[in-house]
């Protein structure tokens, strides 16, 4: 009987409150001033009726600058019941002021208890109110999990508002929801600090963290660090090497601000200009224990970045995407979260500075792009950890993360050449065939890989005796050969071997190296390649680097390998969990589970299974940044040389020691676009070297995608191609003369170049610079460029314009603002073209390839491996700029040492070209080596516009083996017989 009278009491109200509003319409209500009225219809074409719709008052203004349909506010808004009304105002002493300036709604009660300042989401479907102040663009997703609905939206305390642009969501935040200052920011050595309470907002996903410290630090001049923590318990963090200077940088290119309206929010902005870089009063900060999310409103006119997914442009979507990430086995496909986690993104603002963002977090998160320009971050623990980079370059930003998170490793010299791999050889002698028709057709072969079937039952440290009988003195014929060895190890340990015969498990067994259960005393078994059960290694535990240190030195003296390569380092487990599952906890069933695949533990451990550092809740997503530090001190120490360690897994700050292949690609046409996203990508999170399985992994090619896929991959950092088990051959001898022929063609030009191309490394390694770079990086004033990702750059100055469709025998090529040369004929592009889009003739044994004008290159002579190209003439290619000049450098040392650099084991000499005079300069000689290398290949003088050339000198002696082309008006200098540890000068005059 009482339920019944009050939804008649209720339906009763509702009927006054219109007859009420329908009153007013024809009156307007004298107690609002013109000047207090709030606008309840921003958009154009208001009407009485329309303002009706809504629940507003419409009454004409004194003038046009007022709204004409506006809140009644002096009546209070009374859909709203008294007991649904969420208290915004916690805070003693509101008035109606202070309670509008946080967005709410002031209605005072004679009921106790009854807050009089509380949320206004005075919405509800059917011609309600929406807040008008909130865009569709700028909506802070409050209900991001499934299932959202009026009910438990308004129950969020948020707003219910449907709309008719897909992808916006209909239960958003109130910019007012949040925290609030809690005194003033304290000034700190660092920078500042600022306490914060919660405002007293219903609980989204429980748990949630009342007093929150921000700790802001002036890091650098350009790096700047937000960390808000649980200001009473202690939560995981992230183990960072990023260092936190003790006392704030005092010149820096940023300033901070921080608001209390309509909630706590900081603003960053570059001084310079004054934008804003960063600014969560877009709202959303919230922090509980198992969800943690921010906004911010973003500067940006083109956003990259984020990872490891494939995505479809560089450039990204800001329409509502959602990626998840979180490390998993996954192939590549649609937005799914792969192998890697980077939570990392660079923006050009409006005046092409730009920035860029780190959200330090492994926990499984997920991040929306919003059209606003906007974003909302959310992660299900750690803390939030933002670093914010102030370039204003791109290659700053990149510079900037990489001088945070680690620079980028110095490849070995023989990694820069080509790689043969696949899975499923299946015995020596199908990988000696393989490698033989490479020979065969004088293909370059710098590295061979062992998949897991050179193992015996794919146990790692072991090889098949059967099957692969002979492979540690085939191994050892290769490399004197000139082709090196890299092996494959998985990180699960069979358990199954019999007593005393595989020590990797018994001593791993000894030493106490395994994953956990939740008692941290049972090992965890999983399922992987080996036939029975496996453990996995916590590689976040000292005692585990010894062990595997151990395992892989002694290994070396199996099978005499290169380089390591480590996979399935999600960590892979084909048991969901473990062979028990998961138990059913928050920890493995969070309330909000990211935009992720499936859930938590598939194909994986359970989130409640501990390592030394923590839960996998929290660790789960470092297992491979954590098992790259052992494995590179283990290649290091095995081969007393740089060598090379390959991971799948990757997080922010491996790419220090590590490098990375794109994962298990298909052979697919798209994938051979997707591939230069990928890289470009990565280069961003700092792993220079990158590549995808060329051909393709997963699925078969044909011999017209493998030959274009070898062309492309020939210019990818890192060249291999890979295959998987039962898939036809796909190595490049493999379908005749033809697909060999551009193969090694292009590879030659590949080897040509390298000695450009270590140099970009060492300039990686050394300063953060991408090598894979992005059009946008050189050119970001030119907005054409912003969504250019199917030509890439090698460095500054070399542009690679593949054919990415089956079928095309051209290509569209954008030319930026600079004099641009075929690196076939050294003639200059047409200047019809600068700055201009054409269409490039590209037959199916030909990738247009240009050297940009300002620059100059050093070159090889190539060979069959850079074992004997190192040795090879040396040339050089200068591009003429605009006014007849350009520079370079090159880097050269034994290709091999480790830390050549910081040891001064290095050559290093700088190029520069002015009208009539070529000039190289030894700008530091420590690698006596390089006098047995001489410039007597090309020297190719680009964009010379003269009738002919009278004479050429070499260091003022006259020369007579040169050649002009008053065609292509290239100048070709050989034989100059210099020596690379010699200073020179070469000039030369037109007639
Ligand atoms: C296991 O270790 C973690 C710390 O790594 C600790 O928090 C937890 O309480 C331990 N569990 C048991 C059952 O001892
Ligand atoms: C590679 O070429 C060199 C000469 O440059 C030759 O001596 C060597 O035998 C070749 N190696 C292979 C594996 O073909």
Same mark, same amino acid.
């Given at each position: ?116 300042? !509380? ?85 989204? !996903? ?21 960390? !808000? +923590? ?60 198992? /969800? ?21 442009? /560089? ?6 995407? +959602? ?129 897991? =079937? ?9 090889? =098949?005796?059967? @099957? ?21 190890? =998985? ?44 453990? !996995? ?11 595997? %240190? ?6 070396? @003296? ?15 487990? /084909? ?109 961003? /999170? ?88 992005? #059009? ?61 889009? +054409? ?32 040795? @090879? ?33 290095? %050559? ?16 530091? @000689? ?5 006098? #047995? ?39 070709? %200098? ?18």
């Amino acid at each position: 009987m009482f339920g019944l009278s009050l939804i008649i009491l209720a339906g009763l109200c509702n009927v006054l409150v219109n007859a009420n509003n329908v009153k007013r319409q024809s009156s307007c209500p004298v107690n609002v001033a013109d000047s207090e009225r709030r606008d309840c219809f921003k958009w154009v074409n208001a009407s009485p009726s329309k303002c009706e719709e809504r629940g507003c008052v419409w009454c004409e203004a004194s003038s046009t600058n007022y709204p004409f349909c506006f809140y009644n506010d002096k009546t209070c808004p009374s859909s709203i019941a008294d007991n649904a009304k969420v208290d915004c105002h916690p805070e003693p002493n509101g008035n109606k002021a202070s309670c509008n300036a946080k967005g709410c709604v002031w209605c005072e009660s004679a009921t106790q208890g009854v807050p009089w300042c !509380f949320i206004d989401q005075e919405v509800s479907q059917g011609g309600a109110r929406c807040p008008v102040d909130i865009k569709e663009s700028e909506r802070i997703d409050c209900h991001p999990d499934a299932g959202a609905n009026e009910a438990n939206c308004i129950a969020r305390g948020c707003y219910w508002c449907q709309s008719s642009t897909p992808n916006v969501p209909w239960c958003f935040a109130p910019k007012s929801l949040g925290y609030t200052m809690n005194g003033a920011p304290i000034s700190t050595a660092k920078g500042y600090r600022v306490n914060l309470k919660r405002r007293q907002y219903p609980s989204w !996903f429980g748990l949630e963290i009342d007093d929150v410290n921000l700790d802001v630090e002036f890091q650098t001049e350009s790096r700047l660090r937000l960390k !808000f +923590t649980d200001a009473t318990a202690s939560r995981f963090e992230v183990p960072s090497n990023i260092p936190s200077p003790p006392s704030a940088a005092p010149n820096t290119l940023y300033d901070v601000q921080f608001n209390d309206t309509p909630a706590f929010n900081v603003k960053v902005t570059r001084k310079s200009t004054g934008v804003t870089i960063f600014d969560s009063s877009i709202g959303g900060l919230k922090l509980s224990d198992q /969800f943690m999310s921010i906004g911010t409103y973003l500067p940006c006119q083109s956003l990259y970045g984020f990872g490891e997914h494939e995505h479809p442009s /560089f450039k990204h979507d800001m329409n509502w995407k +959602t990626y998840g990430m979180y490390a998993r086995d996954q192939a590549p496909a649609g937005s799914n979260n792969l192998y890697g986690v980077h939570p990392f993104y660079t923006c050009v603002e409006s005046d092409y500075n730009a920035n860029a963002v780190l959200f330090l977090n492994a926990n499984a998160q997920d991040v929306t792009l919003m059209p606003d320009p906007a974003l909302y971050y959310k992660t299900i623990g750690g803390i939030l950890d933002i670093y914010i980079f102030l370039g204003p370059t791109l290659e700053n930003t990149v510079q900037q993360y990489t001088e945070a998170v680690g620079r980028p490793v110095m490849p070995p010299y023989w990694s820069l050449g080509f790689q043969l791999s696949r899975w499923g050889y299946n015995s020596i002698a199908n990988m000696q065939t393989v490698i033989n028709r490479m020979r065969q057709y004088n293909i370059p072969h710098d590295v061979q890989y062992g998949d897991i =079937d050179y193992m015996d039952r794919r146990l790692d440290f072991t090889y =098949d005796r059967v @099957n692969y009988a002979g492979l540690p003195q085939y191994v050892t014929q290769l490399k004197q050969e000139g082709t090196k060895f890299i092996i494959i190890l =998985d990180p699960g340990i069979s358990t199954g071997e019999p007593a005393g015969t595989y020590q990797p498990y018994e001593l791993g067994n000894t030493m106490g190296v395994w994953i956990k259960d939740t008692d941290n005393t049972t090992d965890i078994l999983g399922e992987v390649w080996p036939d029975d059960p496996v453990v !996995f290694p916590d590689f976040t535990k000292q005692v585990t680097e010894d062990w595997w %240190i151990q395992l892989c030195v002694d290994f070396k @003296n199996v099978i005499d390998y290169d380089g390591l390569w480590i996979d399935m380092n999600e960590v892979a487990n /084909f048991q969901h969990g473990s062979f028990n599952g998961c138990p059913d906890s928050p920890m493995n069933n969070p309330p909000y589970l990211p935009r992720v695949s499936d859930n938590l533990y598939q194909k994986t451990l359970c989130p409640s299974h501990n390592s030394y550092l923590g839960s996998q809740y929290n660790v789960h997503s470092l297992y491979g940044w954590s098992q790259v530090p052992p494995t590179h001190k283990a290649a290091i120490t095995a081969t007393g040389q740089r060598s090379l360690v390959l991971t799948r897994s990757s997080f922010p700050g491996a790419g220090s020691q590590a490098v990375h292949w794109l994962g298990d690609n298909h052979s697919l046409w798209t994938n051979l676009h997707y591939s230069i996203i990928g890289m470009m990508e990565f280069n961003l /999170f700092g792993f220079p070297y990158v590549g995808a399985d060329i051909c393709g992994f997963n699925g078969d090619t044909t011999a017209s995608m493998c030959q274009r896929w070898m062309q492309l991959g020939a210019f990818y950092t890192f060249s291999r191609n890979h295959n998987a088990r039962d898939r036809m051959d796909q190595d490049p001898g493999y379908f005749g003369a033809e697909v060999a022929r551009v193969s090694r063609e292009s590879l030659e030009i590949r080897y040509t170049l390298l000695p450009y191309l270590y140099t970009l490394f060492h300039r990686a390694n050394l300063l953060g610079s991408t090598v894979i770079r992005p #059009l946008v990086h050189e050119y970001t004033s030119d907005s054409n460029t912003h969504n250019i990702d199917r030509q890439f750059l090698w460095g500054p100055a070399f542009m690679i314009t593949p054919v990415l469709d089956e079928g095309a025998t051209s290509v569209t090529a954008y030319f930026p603002d600079s004099r641009w040369y075929d690196y076939y004929t050294g003639a200059e592009v047409s200047s019809e073209h600068r700055k201009g889009y +054409t269409t490039l003739n590209a037959p199916m044994d030909y990738i247009p390839l240009h050297i940009r004008g300002g620059y100059i290159l050093p070159t090889q002579e190539p060979a069959n491996s850079t074992t004997f190209s190192r040795n @090879n003439d040396l040339g050089l290619i200068v591009a003429l700029d605009d006014f007849e000049e350009a520079t370079g450098d090159f880097f050269w040392d034994d290709g091999d040492a480790i830390d050549t650099y910081s040891n001064l084991e290095y %050559i290093e000499v700088s190029y520069s070209a002015i009208p009539g005079i070529l000039t190289g300069v030894v700008v530091f @000689n420590g690698y006596p080596s390089a006098g #047995l290398l001489v410039y007597n290949n090309t020297i190719r003088i680009l964009g010379l516009n003269y009738v002919d050339i009278l004479d050429v000198r070499v260091n003022n002696q006259p020369h007579s083996l040169f050649s002009f082309n008053p065609t292509t008006k290239v100048l070709e %200098i050989s034989m100059a017989n210099l020596f690379l540890n010699d200073d020179f000068q070469i000039t030369w005059t037109p007639i």
